[in-house]
């Protein structure tokens, strides 16, 4: 399984960009790069993912190296709502999602 | 649209006895998933069920776990008896197959604690 590396955790002032970095060297072709969160005490919630286009949601924006090799999420205008751990998965064959530890993003006024 | 339904919310049981915990998917989806996650730590696949047929129950723990899907909607997971290191949130997924991504979408969850 491709494997994802992201900091353990991130400090962001609202109403700024909060960009979370993520990086997947051995992400294969085919494998797509997603992006859940989880916000204390929910399931996880999707936010958005790629295969090798910058892509843009409602909720997020992500852009994906040309090479690949790594990612970043951008919340385009943060908001104390949107502290939570992110986490960046590669998906496998058979639809597995392996999450790693994740970023824990804190929001601060 | 509603989302994944999961029943109850909240569970507290003594050691050695059963639990079940209830999923409904998002309608339409014939895929769904069992994780189990831990404090502090992501999520992890137990078993994945395509309509009636498990799939992938490689991660779950035979001995004391099962679970079903009769009619290739709603699925239970059971615990019998239940541990101590059981204690954990029990998260269900759905999600489309055939879609472009077949992107999971979570439900709530099951908070367990074993005393």
């Known amino acids: 399984d491709a494997k994802t590396t992201q900091p353990p955790s991130m400090d962001c002032a609202e109403g700024r960009a909060a960009n979370l970095p993520c990086n997947h060297s051995?992400?294969?072709?085919?494998?797509?790069v997603y992006w859940y969160r989880q916000i204390h005490s929910q399931g996880p919630q999707y936010i958005i993912h790629?295969?090798?286009n910058n892509e843009t949601n409602e909720m997020a924006s992500l852009i994906i190296t040309e090479d690949r090799k790594s990612s970043t999420l951008i919340l385009p205008h943060a908001t104390l709502r949107d502290t939570a751990v992110y986490y960046c998965?590669?998906?496998?064959?058979?639809?597995?999602?392996?999450f790693g530890a994740g970023t824990i993003l804190r929001v601060k006024s | 649209e509603a989302g994944v339904v999961q029943s109850p919310r909240y569970k507290i049981i003594e050691k050695k006895q059963p639990v079940a915990f209830w999923c409904n998917p998002i309608?339409?989806?014939?895929?769904l998933y069992w994780y189990l996650q831990n404090l502090g730590q992501g999520p992890e696949l137990l078993i994945r069920?395509?309509?009636?047929?498990?799939?992938?129950d490689s991660q779950l723990p035979k001995d004391r776990f099962s679970a079903e899907r009769l009619k290739g909607v709603d699925s239970t997971l059971k615990i019998q008896p239940a541990e101590l290191g059981d204690s954990a949130v029990y998260l269900c997924?759905?999600?489309?197959?055939?879609?472009?991504?077949?992107?999971?979408?979570f439900g709530p969850g099951t908070r367990l604690t074993v005393l």
């Open positions: 997924a759905s999600s489309l197959p055939g879609s472009r991504t077949d992107t999971q979408y």
């Open positions: 051995t992400i294969s072709g085919n494998e797509y």
């Open positions: 790629g295969l090798k």
């Open positions: 998965i590669v998906k496998t064959d058979g639809n597995k999602l392996v």
């Open positions: 309608s339409g989806h014939n895929t």
């Open positions: 069920y395509e309509n009636e047929e498990a799939v992938d």
